[in-house]
């Protein structure tokens, strides 16, 4: 994928220092019960990759050390890994706020039943993945059934307090378009999402986030057999919006995958890019909580698609 990427690097991209750490978005492996098209990670089923205790012990010690109080938990289904409550857990003794990426259909999952309570008891924030707001287009990116078991889901989070005005308990949900093109409006579609959900679900939920799909791992792969990852790229390269440079999330944010490797962010760990583009992997042990202030990002051409139009992070539209 890289040396596909490697065609447009006529295009430079920007040089970026990293500010203030602030988050540290955990990979907890690739495990998962679902085998979504747009997936970055080619996580799934029968994956066997996840994080062990003693990695999660050594990434909160890390977190303690650098003063970090925010872990965004992703997969993968990252609530698949064994020592996912136990991380909360510990999270939670020591004032940490967690964001779980959940896609929802998980919580309806033989022996998880209780988890929705269980993220409810921790106030845990839920970022879910909802693609759409119809049915037929969320099956067709994310499998059949989906859509049904989404909707029960949202509904056992309403009813623990989850997405009310003015509530405790957060729940935004995550649009990714279906093919090559970029996210709309991010405040327009949150509306419609809004009013057609409550209309015809009875769900409420707090913010809608608008997430670039990468080109990289299986929607990369869906790119080029299709034959338009060039074109794709042509897009996000012409798209490119200057004045949302200074928000991408790589800025206050570090990425560790499920051996405790430290990456500038998600994507560059689903490209083997290393930390600051050093010549080989850093492993959590490695860091010093001074190693991080005004360091050299690794960047590359899969980076114009955080900042192609109205931008894109895990936080949704930068602008």
Same mark, same amino acid.
């Given at each position: 994928?890289?040396?596909?990427?490697?065609?447009?690097?006529?295009?430079?991209?920007?040089?970026?220092?990293?500010?203030?750490?602030?988050?540290?978005?955990?990979?907890?492996?690739?495990?998962?019960?679902?085998?979504?098209?747009?997936?970055?990670?080619?996580?799934?089923?029968?994956?066997?990759?996840?994080?062990?205790?003693?990695?999660?012990?050594?990434?909160?010690?890390?977190?303690?050390?650098?003063?970090?109080?925010?872990?965004?938990?992703?997969?993968?289904?990252?609530?698949?890994?064994?020592?996912?409550? @136990? +991380?909360? /857990?510990?999270?939670? $003794?020591?004032?940490?706020?967690?964001?779980?990426?959940?896609? &929802? *259909?998980? =919580?309806?999952?033989?022996?998880?039943?209780?988890?929705?309570?269980?993220?409810?008891?921790?106030?845990?924030?839920?970022?879910?993945?909802?693609?759409? @707001? +119809?049915? /037929?287009?969320?099956? $067709?990116?994310?499998?059949?059934?989906?859509?049904?078991?989404? &909707? *029960?889901? =949202?509904?056992?989070?309403?009813?623990?307090?989850?997405?009310?005005?003015?509530?405790?308990?957060?729940?935004?949900?995550?649009?990714?378009?279906?093919?090559?093109?970029?996210?709309?409006?991010?405040?327009?579609?949150?509306?419609?999402?809004?009013?057609?959900?409550?209309?015809?679900?009875?769900?409420?939920?707090?913010?809608?986030?608008?997430?670039?799909?990468?080109?990289?791992?299986?929607?990369?792969?869906?790119?080029?057999?299709?034959?338009?990852?060039?074109?794709?790229?042509?897009?996000?390269?012409?798209?490119?919006?200057?004045?949302?440079?200074?928000?991408?999330?790589?800025?206050?944010?570090?990425?560790?995958?499920?051996?405790?490797?430290?990456?500038?962010?998600?994507?560059?760990?689903?490209?083997?890019?290393?930390?600051?583009?050093?010549?080989?992997?850093?492993?959590?042990?490695?860091?010093?909580?001074?190693?991080?202030?005004?360091?050299?990002?690794?960047?590359?051409?899969?980076?114009?698609?955080?900042?192609?139009?109205?931008?894109?992070?895990?936080?949704?539209?930068?602008?």
């Amino acid at each position: 994928m890289l040396e596909t990427l490697s065609k447009f690097e006529n295009s430079t991209f920007p040089t970026l220092l990293r500010g203030n750490l602030e988050i540290i978005q955990l990979n907890l492996g690739y495990l998962c019960n679902l085998s979504c098209l747009h997936c970055h990670v080619n996580a799934g089923p029968k994956r066997t990759e996840l994080m062990s205790k003693q990695t999660i012990d050594q990434v909160l010690d890390f977190a303690k050390k650098t003063a970090v109080k925010i872990l965004d938990l992703t997969g993968g289904a990252p609530e698949m890994n064994p020592h996912f409550r @136990y +991380l909360v /857990e510990q999270a939670t $003794k020591r004032n940490i706020s967690i964001i779980d990426r959940c896609n &929802l *259909v998980i =919580l309806e999952e033989d022996s998880y039943e209780d988890l929705a309570a269980f993220l409810a008891e921790h106030k845990v924030t839920v970022v879910a993945s909802l693609p759409c @707001y +119809l049915e /037929e287009n969320v099956d $067709k990116q994310r499998g059949n059934g989906v859509f049904q078991k989404s &909707l *029960v889901a =949202l509904q056992r989070l309403n009813s623990l307090g989850y997405g009310q005005e003015g509530g405790s308990l957060k729940l935004d949900l995550v649009f990714n378009p279906q093919g090559a093109t970029l996210p709309p409006a991010q405040d327009t579609l949150e509306k419609s999402y809004k009013t057609y959900l409550k209309q015809h679900y009875d769900i409420d939920f707090n913010q809608l986030y608008t997430i670039t799909n990468m080109p990289i791992k299986r929607f990369g792969s869906t790119l080029l057999s299709n034959g338009i990852f060039d074109d794709y790229m042509q897009l996000l390269v012409d798209s490119y919006n200057p004045d949302i440079i200074g928000q991408v999330m790589c800025l206050n944010t570090i990425s560790i995958d499920w051996q405790g490797y430290v990456y500038d962010c998600d994507f560059n760990q689903m490209l083997d890019l290393p930390l600051a583009d050093q010549s080989s992997g850093i492993h959590i042990t490695e860091m010093k909580n001074d190693s991080l202030e005004q360091s050299y990002i690794a960047t590359r051409q899969h980076c114009y698609g955080c900042t192609a139009g109205q931008g894109s992070s895990c936080g949704g539209a930068l602008s």
